[in-house]
């Protein structure tokens, strides 16, 4: 177990690291870490009613050994007790009769092979004796109507603000921890059903802001805001209610919430990294159109606010989104892909076997040959800290206060991941940013910040980017970033336009993306060959969907893009041009102090996403490498996609390659792994270290390398699915 003088001793390295780059890069914040940092890999079993009675525990806690997991999740109340309670409506199963030790018999057998263990608990439903009995335990609608679970008959949706939560479920937290040693309570499903209409968060609301709740889910509704801020301090204060009661029986033990994840999560991340001892990240696979990387985003996203705190990734075997096949399996390929994308990404695998009973056994050989894997290699997998020197801001209130659930991925979520395959394409590492650390201490380790429409911004946060950009950090912004408060409402300038070189004047289209619109590379301009490079043949690029009209502050024709308006796209004998450009740049590129700054006033990052323009690709990404102005800390190149990360170790280097390189690289499922042709790799060792050993982990062997200066050179003839290099310090 990592003690504090441990780490401090670790993040030595860290701040060696630091010392090579401009402005510094500080290690993670991390408290003392108790028992929560020892875990690596997690089991859990989600059980079904019948399990006390026909699981076969021994083959659990044997598996469990094998695969070498040292924490184990297991379902103990809620909609179901596994054990015998005594509180009344709490639902025993029905199959505990004849069975009643099996909880305490799981529980000491993951003990003694000294497992850490985690109570699981799902509060989100009950039975029809409670709805008789306590009617205002029940979630209700906006029309009056009390409601039922939607997929099993006879039960009913609990009301999580009220009695329900805060009495019947603190009873049942409380008495889980008295009978059992576990170290804590892992709650799923306990952040409610949709708003609630129950008597209680009626009167609860309108005592807080004398009001009544809202009726809609619109952010520009002061009634709707004051509903989000009433909801997170009602969930935190739960949060805290149930992790004092635990604490008062365990000392050791805390209260773990199965919450968080990206901008578009219901709990202010900022908030939750600070309560959570540790975290879980509950992104179980793919679904519909969605990318492997998505997985390691997770780690990030938790990262930003967790800092070293252990952050597990839950996976499953089978296919259980957008549709559930609770105990399907899908193919290795995927199962593989999505965990090491995690691992690469700072997660540490949890995997979900929904029923202890296996009504497929395939699964359990990938499980088991990723986690023989990871404890084998678990000491180059305890990182301290990555080496990106790129920060993705990424923002809660933009997406609550301003875009709300209806504009949720057209102005928070898209423009993200835009900039994100961007990033993966060219194998630069980075890290995601809370906006609510953009604190000295923490933005230190970057060179550059990445502001992806992030038009929800105080005035306190507009001056700490200033700062950054003063320390001589770089900022690459789009759209309407810092064009609101931090509640969304719209300001008459934006609240950075001393940055970007350019004044608000208005918007070019609200209700439809504009279409046929172009870009006019100009080709005096002295930026021309930073921003256009590779480009060099291009008369006109693809244009914005989403546009805003700006006032520049400087000349426009220093700028390498112009606007061409949008021409009609039918008729196609109205489609002629009227105008070969105009005076409105369309990015503005300008150095301020020691800082540079690269603002697009359109959507570039979202169009990317959207239909994967090579040439908009370039233009984000030369962007980022003007305004960051240094060479990044990793460098990997050859043919494929690949996602790369950097870690230091108490006493090594790691380089991860998780090769994504498929036809089903951004759907599920991969039905198989195809290797990589040669990779370069170039990574920058942090100032005061030397070299002993480069080993690769996955293809195990040495790697012949060799040593410039404070740069490592090596080559890899090949990864089919995942590779890590270990890079050993004398």
């Known amino acids: 177990m990592m003690t504090r003088r441990d780490f401090l001793q670790t993040t030595t390295a860290a701040a060696a690291f630091a010392m090579t780059a401009p402005g510094g ?17 997690w089991a859990q079993l989600n059980l079904t009613e019948d399990d006390p009675a026909k699981m076969d525990r021994a083959f659990w806690l044997d598996y469990f050994k094998r695969i070498h997991a040292d924490g184990a999740c297991l379902s103990a109340g809620g ?37 850490a263990v985690l109570a699981r608990t799902d509060p989100h439903a009950t039975y029809q004796d409670v709805y008789e009995a306590h009617p205002d335990w029940i979630s209700v609608d906006a029309n009056g109507k009390k409601r039922p679970h939607p997929d099993y008959p006879g039960m009913w949706l609990t009301c999580t603000l009220g009695p329900y939560n805060f009495d019947f479920m603190t009873d049942v937290t409380r008495e889980i921890v008295e009978m059992y040693n576990v170290g804590g309570i892992f709650s799923n499903r306990w952040t409610g059903n949709g708003m609630c209409y129950c008597e209680h968060c009626v009167r609860n609301f309108r005592e807080a802001y004398h009001e009544d709740l809202p009726r809609d889910h619109d952010p520009r509704n002061p009634v709707y805001r004051h509903y989000l801020m009433w909801e997170q301090a009602r969930r935190f204060e739960l949060w805290k209610l149930w992790d004092t009661e635990i604490r008062k029986v365990r000392p050791d033990a805390r209260y773990i919430a199965n919450s968080g994840g990206g901008a578009l999560s219901g709990l202010d991340m900022k908030k939750v990294g600070e309560l959570s001892p540790t975290l879980f990240a509950d992104r179980q696979c793919r679904e519909r159109v969605m990318v492997p990387w998505a997985n390691g985003k997770n780690g990030k996203e938790y990262r930003s606010t967790l800092g070293n705190k252990a952050i597990g990734g839950i996976f499953n075997v089978g296919i259980v989104s957008p549709y559930r096949w609770l105990n399907s399996t899908k193919s290795p390929a995927e199962t593989r892909i999505w965990v090491q994308d995690g691992v690469a990404n700072g997660l540490r695998p949890w995997f979900n ?3 202890g009973q296996l009504h497929d056994r395939r699964g359990l050989k990938v499980i088991e040959d990723l986690y023989l894997w990871h404890y084998k290699n678990e000491r180059y997998l305890r990182n301290v800290a990555p080496i990106a020197r790129i920060g993705m801001v990424y923002s809660q209130q933009t997406a609550q206060f301003y875009a709300g659930t209806v504009d949720a991925h057209r102005l928070v979520e898209d423009p993200q991941l835009g900039f994100y395959q961007a990033l993966i394409e060219s194998r630069t590492p980075f890290e995601m940013v809370h906006d609510h650390t953009l604190t000295p201490d923490n933005l230190s380790r970057f060179k550059t910040l990445i502001l992806p429409n992030i038009a929800a911004l105080s005035d306190e946060q507009c001056q700490q980017l200033r700062d950054f950009v003063k320390r001589g950090g770089g900022i690459v912004a789009t759209y309407e970033t810092s064009l ?9 300038d934006f609240g950075l336009a001393d940055l970007f070189g ?20 100009q080709k005096q301009s002295a930026l021309y060959g930073t921003l256009l490079r590779g480009m060099e043949d291009a008369d006109t690029l693809i244009g914005g969907t989403w546009q805003l009209n700006i006032k520049p502050h400087s000349d426009p024709a220093a700028q390498p893009l112009l606007r061409i308006p949008a021409i009609a796209n039918l008729p196609m004998e109205k489609t002629y041009w009227t105008v070969e450009k105009t005076d409105m740049p369309d990015v503005l590129m300008n150095q301020v102090g020691a800082g540079r700054v690269v603002y697009f006033p359109w959507d570039i990052d979202r169009v990317y996403w959207d239909i994967m323009a090579h040439d908009h690709q370039r233009l984000l990404l030369n962007a980022i490498e003007w305004a960051t102005d ?20 108490k006493n090594s280097m790691t380089v991860h390659l998780v090769n994504l390189t498929n036809p089903m690289a951004m759907r599920p499922q991969m039905h198989e792994l195809i290797a990589s042709p040669p990779q370069s790799v170039e990574v920058q060792i942090p100032k005061g270290k030397r070299v002993a050993g480069v080993h690769a982990l996955v293809k195990v062997g040495a790697v012949p390398h060799t040593v410039s200066g404070s740069t490592l050179q090596f080559h890899i003839s090949s990864v089919l699915d995942y590779e890590v290099i270990a890079i050993d310090f004398a």
């Open 353 to 355: 076997m929904v029923s």
């Open 502 to 521: 350019a004044s608000f004047l208005s918007r070019v289209n609200t209700k439809a993306p504009v279409q046929n619109a172009y870009l006019y590379p």
């Open 484 to 492: 609101c408060d931090e509640q969304g409402n719209l300001r008459k």
């Open 79 to 115: 909609v179901v007790a596994f054990y015998p309670t005594k509180i009344k409506y709490h639902h025993r199963s029905k199959w505990l009769d004849g069975n009643e030790g099996f909880y305490a018999e799981m529980v000491d057998g993951c003990r003694k092979q000294n497992m």
């Open 630 to 649: 240094e060479p990044s800390p990793l460098r990997v190149k050859g043919q494929g996609l690949f996602d790369s990360t950097a870690w230091l170790q």
């Open 25 to 41: 890069a500080a290690p993670l914040i991390s408290s003392d870490s108790e028992w929560f940092d020892r875990p690596m890999r």
